[in-house]
């Protein structure tokens, strides 16, 4: 006759589970993830980021298909880098976050077009527009225009007088692009670098400022932008 199997899986150590054992472990109790508000605000946080990334790489995705308008894709992704942004912003969530492929690996997430798009900051419609500017009658038009070249001053201006952190410049290279988009689709004489220098802002800290030698660069290409800008106007 064979011999009788155990009720349990035989382990190396020979290991006998006991009933005292499994008297102490209460399978209908639900098991905590934290013990305080701080603990669950941070958890919640990590969360809402994990989400935002899943959601993030699904827009990208169905916005390369053309499964989604260019301003329902640029109001969505406006609004998750936001969201990324904001929750980024807790010092406690920054550090229990550490960085993005850290973050990545720890919770098995791939999500590349996500990472791209985290990368540069801006919705795709902003960094390269895929379509011309909505026709304007004469007066809205020149309204456009003004906009922009007063959005090219204000960046100049403020680099002049040493407004040079990323919070400072940040906001007003995004309003430039923003601004330029609404007058020309036309690439220009360095376009690119607005978008350039979007991009190095965007992996600085809040308060970081621009070195020296990299505000002076920033005049002259934000310089030679914007003439190129002006040179689609004639």
């Not at 102490?24 to 993830?33: A, C, H, V």
Request: some cysteine.
């Amino acid at each position: 006759m064979y011999a009788r199997q155990p009720a349990y899986a035989p382990t190396p150590y020979s290991y006998t589970p006991t009933s005292s054992l499994s008297a102490t472990i209460n399978l209908d109790e639900e098991l905590k993830l934290f013990t305080s508000s701080t603990d669950r605000d941070l958890y919640e946080s990590l969360a809402e980021i994990y989400s935002i990334l899943v959601t993030l790489d699904a827009l990208e995705k169905a916005y390369l298909k053309d499964s989604i308008t260019d301003a329902d894709y640029g109001e969505t992704c406006s609004r998750l880098l936001k969201q990324y942004k904001s929750n980024l912003a807790n010092e406690t969530v920054a550090n229990a976050f550490g960085d993005l492929e850290t973050f990545k690996r720890e919770w098995d997430l791939e999500c590349p077009r996500a990472t791209e798009r985290i990368r540069v900051g801006l919705p795709a419609t902003v960094e390269q527009p895929s379509h011309k500017p909505a026709a304007q009658a004469g007066a809205a038009a020149a309204t456009s225009i003004i906009a922009a070249s007063e959005c090219f001053i204000t960046v100049l201006d403020a680099i002049k007088i040493g407004m040079i952190s990323k919070d400072q410049l940040h906001p007003l290279l995004a309003e430039t692009i923003q601004a330029v988009n609404k007058v020309t689709d036309k690439e220009f004489e360095n376009r690119e670098k607005i978008v350039h220098w979007l991009i190095t802002l965007n992996q600085m800290r809040a308060a970081q400022e621009l070195g020296q030698e990299q505000a002076r660069e920033l005049e002259f290409d934000m310089t030679r932008a914007y003439n190129g800008f002006k040179s689609t106007l004639e």
